[in-house]
C-alpha cells in the first residue's frame, strides 16, 4: 500500500506540473495571437507584452526540463509494482495444494467419479494418484547408460552443474531444437536466434531486480564500450531480448499478432536451487531453449485468446511426443510481478513419480511492453493540447516455453526407456539420422564421493 501511495502522490506531482505546462502554453498562443500580433499589424508599441511572452517561455523550458524526471521518478516507482492477477489466478502462496488443475493428458478415469473425467479444474491437492509399486530407472542414470552425457568431467571443467552432451545426448537435443523449430515454423513463427548477452539498462527494463543477483550471470572483462561503462548480463531465456526486439516502436496494429520462435542457449545461476535435482541435466547452468514470443494489440481479451493459442501449441507438441502430462494455473504466490497469469505445464517422470515442470505459459499484458516502450496503435489526436488527455496504447507480450531441451531429454528417457535401451519418439526420428532405439552401452553412474556423504550424513533415509 505504501508503494502505491508513492505513486500515486509523484503521479500527482506530474500532472500539476504538466497542467502549468499546458496552461502557459495556451497563454503563449493567446497572448500571441489576441495582443502581440493585432498590435504589431497596427504598429502599436507592445514591449511589455512581448517581454511577459519570453517570460513565459522561460517557465515553458524551465518545466520541460524538469517534467521528464518527474516521470522517470514515477515510473521508477511504479514498476516496483507487480501486475494485477488475473480473475482466474488461485490466491494463494501454496502451489503444491492450490494451484489449479485445467488439463490432463491422457484424460484419465476415476473410479470415485464413477468412470467418468475428473472434475476440471479443480485444485491440485484434491487430485490423488495411485503409485505404481516399482520406479523405474531416473533420467541421469538412463543419459549415462545410453552414453549421452559425462557428468564428472564437466564438473571437472566448469564447475558444479556443469556437463558434457555426448553422442545420444547431442543428437536427442538437436533433434527436439530442430524439431521444434520446424514445429513453429508451420505454424508461420518468425525464428530469431537472438544475442546472448544484453546491457544492464535494457536488461533492467524487463528482469526483477532480484534476477539480478538470483539468476544472471554478469559479464566481466574488457568490451568494445571505450569508457568501460556498459555492464552485461548472460540471457536466462530468449524472452529477455526479444522483449527488446521491438524496443521504442510503434508497431502497425494491423500486423499484429506477431510471433516469434526464439532459438537460444539459456545461462542461470540457479542460486535459489541448492541441493535440487544435482543429477543428470533437468536443472543446469547452461542449457537451449525454443522460446515462443507474441506480441497483440492492446486488448485483455485478445491477449487471453492468444495465451490459450500458445497453450495449446505447446500441448500439440508434447502430445506428438508421447508425454503425458497435466497443466496448471499457478497461484498467485508463484507469479513474477509482469505477469498477470500462468499456466505450467508439468509432465509426468516415472522414474522419478512426479509431475515435474516443462513449460510455463505466461501473458505479461502491457507490463513488459511499457518497460521497452513497444506501442501499437494509431496515437489520437489532441486537438486542445492537453498531454494528459492523450493515452499511449502498449502492446501486449505473451511467453511461452515450447521445449527446454534438457528437461524434454529428461522426461524423453524416462518414459520411453526400455530392458536395455531407450526407444526413440517416432517424431524425432527424421531429426535423428533415422535413429529409433539407443542401446544401453555401459552400466550404472557410480555415486560420487560427495553423494555418499551427503547421503551418510541423512542417515541414509528417504526426504
Not at 499456466?343 to 513449460?359: C, I, K, N, S
Request: charged share 30%.
Amino acid at each position: 500500500a505504501g508503494w502505491v501511495d508513492e505513486v500515486i502522490a509523484k503521479d500527482e506531482e506530474w500532472r500539476n506540473e504538466q497542467k502549468k505546462l499546458d496552461n502557459l502554453r495556451k497563454d503563449v498562443n493567446k497572448l500571441q495571437k489576441e495582443v502581440i500580433a493585432p498590435k504589431k499589424k497596427a504598429k502599436e508599441p507592445c514591449e511589455e507584452e512581448v517581454r511577459q511572452m519570453k517570460d513565459m517561455q522561460k517557465d515553458i523550458k524551465a518545466l520541460q526540463a524538469t517534467l521528464p524526471d518527474i516521470e522517470a521518478e514515477r515510473d521508477a516507482l511504479l514498476n516496483r509494482i507487480g501486475n494485477i492477477v488475473d480473475s482466474e489466478v488461485p490466491i494463494s502462496h501454496d502451489e503444491d495444494q492450490d494451484n489449479l488443475v485445467v488439463g490432463i493428458y491422457p484424460e484419465p478415469l476415476e473410479a470415485e467419479n464413477a468412470g467418468e473425467k475428473p472434475l476440471l479444474p479443480c485444485p491440485l491437492g484434491t487430485l490423488s494418484y495411485t503409485l505404481p509399486e516399482t520406479k523405474p530407472l531416473t533420467h541421469d542414470d538412463l543419459l549415462w547408460r545410453v552414453d549421452g552425457y559425462e557428468p564428472i568431467r564437466g564438473q571437472n571443467v566448469a564447475g558444479h552443474r556443469a556437463y558434457f552432451l555426448k553422442n545420444a545426448g547431442v543428437l536427442l537435443n538437436q533433434a527436439l531444437i530442430n524439431y521444434g523449430i520446424a514445429f513453429l515454423r508451420k505454424k508461420e513463427y518468425n525464428v530469431l536466434q537472438p544475442p546472448y548477452m544484453m546491457n544492464k539498462d535494457v536488461m533492467s527494463t524487463l528482469a526483477q531486480l532480484d534476477d539480478f543477483d538470483e539468476q544472471l550471470y554478469k559479464v566481466s572483462g574488457k568490451t568494445d564500450d571505450p569508457n568501460g561503462s556498459t555492464e552485461k548480463y548472460l540471457i536466462a531465456t530468449s524472452e529477455q531480448p526479444i522483449c527488446a526486439y521491438h524496443k521504442g516502436d510503434w508497431v502497425n496494429e494491423t500486423t499484429l499478432p506477431i510471433r516469434y520462435a526464439g532459438i537460444s542457449t539459456c545461462f542461470r545461476k540457479e542460486a535459489g536451487s541448492s541441493g535440487k535435482d544435482i543429477r543428470g541435466i533437468f536443472r543446469v547452468h547452461q542449457f537451449e531453449k525454443i522460446e515462443q514470443f507474441c506480441l497483440t494489440v492492446d486488448d485483455l481479451e485478445e491477449s487471453e485468446k492468444e495465451q490459450k493459442r500458445m497453450l495449446a501449441a505447446a500441448e500439440e507438441f508434447y502430445q506428438s511426443l508421447g508425454f503425458p502430462y497435466r497443466v496448471v494455473c499457478l497461484v498467485s504466490g508463484e507469479l513474477n510481478d509482469a505477469a498477470v497469469k500462468k499456466y505450467d505445464l508439468e509432465a509426468w517422470f516415472p522414474g522419478q513419480q512426479a509431475y515435474r515442470e516443462l513449460v510455463s505459459c505466461s501473458n505479461c499484458t502491457d507490463y513488459q511492453a511499457r518497460g521497452v516502450g513497444t506501442r501499437c496503435g494509431v496515437k489520437k489526436s489532441n486537438k486542445d493540447g492537453d498531454a494528459m488527455k492523450e493515452r499511449a496504447s502498449y502492446c501486449h507480450f505473451l511467453n511461452s516455453t515450447l521445449c527446454a531441451t534438457g528437461r524434454g531429454i529428461c522426461c524423453l528417457l524416462e518414459n520411453y526407456q526400455t530392458e536395455d535401451g531407450v526407444r526413440v519418439p517416432e517424431v524425432l526420428q527424421p531429426y535423428m539420422a533415422g535413429i529409433d532405439f539407443l542401446p544401453f552401452t555401459r552400466g550404472p553412474l557410480e555415486t560420487t564421493k560427495g553423494e555418499k556423504k551427503s547421503k551418510k550424513g541423512k542417515g541414509g533415509g528417504k526426504k
